[in-house]
């Protein structure tokens, strides 16, 4: 899963964290008040932007020890 982040831009991570916050807060809001089929999703999600921050993250952490 890392492998895929090294290759993207900071912009391209940024943008894929917005999308995915976005898929979350849908998953949250249009599931209230009926029984979800998949109640995985929200967690596997919370996950996917978790690794994208931490690439970010590494990479600043990087750039600034040179």
């Known amino acids: ?5 090294e290759k993207q831009s900071v912009e391209d991570l940024q943008k894929m964290i917005a999308e995915k916050r976005e898929q979350l807060r849908v998953f949250r809001f249009e599931g209230e008040g009926s029984r979800r089929r998949n109640v995985r999703e929200g967690r596997n999600l919370r996950r996917e932007i978790a690794r994208v921050m931490t690439e970010i993250t590494a990479r600043k952490i990087a750039e600034s020890a040179k």
């Not at 899963?1 to 982040?5: N, V």
Request: hydrophobic share 60%; charged share 40%.
């Open 1 to 5: 899963m890392a492998k895929e982040f």
